[in-house]
């Protein structure tokens, strides 16, 4: 079956229109080889079509995103470009704005979201203060002084919990929120609960992350062959099924362009399969975020914070 590229957009609660499939540099290397390495996959992600780029402060390839978007020639209003809050520069919000500002060498931000709900001191410790709520307000500050350099906020890893306690003190509604999703880990009613609260969910890592078991497995592979196209590319097609949008992240020329050719319609069955492959035993946890990569128990400390600190769900069947 033939795929093509997805210039399918989703218009957020801002009314912006974001590119439904965005290319990601989470692992991107700063550093001189590293950074050529780097500018040169997004240039040529640019050239394949991605028009949404997904990148952070923590990821510490803000320049070579500037580089590359200023590189291309694209104009400015045919893209999107995401960047994330570090939990440690959450009591400094507007400084760490402009200074993802200055090092993506652009006019204005399309989003900017807070990457975790907590706050981290310079050593990685959780603070007490401020609390996601009050670096929601401290983010919609930054917004309201600068209208023309900041176009919408939103949130990363967030949950039931941790939404409604910011939605408790917001005037401002997020636009989005971006989270761990894949066929192991759905999050059904995690997007159901956001649907209704009108905030886009964006899936990070929807291919999971290094040696991803969806990548091999027997029956997956079974149905790209069918298709005629890789499993990534099978799986993002299916994804994509859900109304969310994804930022899936490869170095190499053929993923990266197969990453944004897609299936335009799954088979019934097919999509059924993959809604329900986390019901199969063992086939149901996150595979980012867990320490060795084991099943969470809640026990384990992300930042500082435990699952139920976050609200996550520690599930699995």
Not at 122 to 130: D, K, M, Q, V, Y
Not at 144 to 153: G, N, V
Not at 206 to 214: A, E, M, R, T, V
């Given at each position: 079956?033939?795929?093509q590229?997805?210039t399918?957009?989703?218009?957020?609660?801002t009314?912006?229109?974001?590119?439904?499939?965005?290319y990601?540099?989470?692992?991107?290397?700063?550093?001189?080889?590293?950074?050529?390495?780097?500018?040169?996959?997004?240039?040529?992600?640019?050239?394949?079509?991605?028009?949404?780029?997904?990148?952070?402060?923590?990821?510490?390839?803000?320049?070579?995103?500037?580089?590359?978007v200023?590189?291309?020639?694209?104009?400015?209003?045919?893209?999107?470009?995401v960047?994330?809050?570090?939990n440690?520069?959450h009591d400094?919000?507007?400084?760490a704005?402009l200074?993802?500002?200055?090092?993506?060498?652009?006019?204005?931000?399309?989003?900017?979201?807070?990457?975790?709900?907590?706050a981290?001191d310079?050593?990685?410790?959780?603070?007490?203060?401020?609390t996601?709520?009050?670096?929601w307000l401290?983010m919609?500050?930054?917004i309201?002084?600068?209208?023309?350099?900041?176009?919408?906020?939103g949130?990363?890893n967030?949950?039931?919990k941790t939404?409604?306690e910011?939605?408790?003190v917001a005037?401002?509604?997020?636009?989005?929120?971006?989270?761990?999703?894949?066929?192991?880990?759905?999050q059904?009613e995690?997007?159901?609960?956001?649907?209704?609260?009108?905030?886009h969910?964006?899936?990070y890592s929807?291919?999971?992350?290094?040696?991803?078991?969806?990548l091999?497995?027997?029956d997956?592979?079974a149905?790209?062959?069918?298709?005629?196209?890789?499993?990534?590319?099978?799986?993002?097609?299916?994804?994509?099924?859900?109304?969310?949008?994804?930022i899936?992240?490869?170095a190499?020329?053929?993923?990266?362009?197969a990453?944004?050719n897609?299936?335009?319609?799954?088979?019934?069955?097919?999509?059924?399969?993959?809604?329900e492959?986390?019901?199969?035993?063992?086939?149901?946890?996150?595979?980012?975020?867990v320490?060795d990569?084991?099943?969470?128990?809640?026990h384990?400390?992300?930042?500082?914070?435990?699952?139920?600190?976050?609200?996550?769900?520690?599930f699995s069947i």
């Open positions: 079956m033939a795929t590229i997805c399918e957009k989703i218009k957020l609660n009314g912006q229109l974001m590119p439904a499939v965005g990601g540099t989470w692992q991107g290397k700063p550093g001189s080889e590293a950074s050529k390495e780097l500018q040169d996959a997004i240039l040529y992600a640019l050239e394949q079509g991605y028009r949404h780029i997904d990148t952070a402060a923590a990821y510490l390839v803000e320049p070579e995103v500037g580089y590359a200023n590189k291309s020639g694209i104009p400015r209003e045919e893209l999107f470009i960047t994330k809050l570090w440690a520069d400094k919000a507007e400084e704005f200074k993802s500002l200055e090092n993506l060498k652009t006019d204005y931000i399309d989003l900017w979201l807070m990457h975790f709900p907590q981290n310079e050593f990685g410790a959780a603070l007490e203060h401020p996601p709520a009050e670096t401290a919609e500050a930054v309201k002084k600068y209208p023309t350099k900041l176009r919408a906020i949130v990363s967030f949950s039931k939404i409604d910011l939605l408790a005037t401002i509604k997020p636009a989005v929120n971006q989270v761990e999703i894949h066929p192991m880990w759905p059904p995690l997007r159901r609960y956001f649907d209704q609260l009108g905030i969910i964006t899936a929807p291919l999971g992350q290094w040696d991803s078991p969806l091999t497995h027997p997956i592979i149905i790209a062959e069918k298709y005629n196209v890789g499993v990534g590319t099978l799986i993002l097609s299916w994804a994509l099924s859900l109304g969310i949008s994804i899936p992240k490869s190499r020329k053929e993923r990266i362009t990453n944004i897609l299936i335009k319609k799954l088979d019934p069955q097919d999509k059924k399969f993959f809604d492959f986390y019901l199969q035993k063992g086939m149901h946890r996150r595979l980012c975020l320490g990569g084991s099943r969470p128990t809640g384990e400390l992300v930042f500082g914070w435990t699952y139920e600190q976050l609200g996550w769900d520690t």
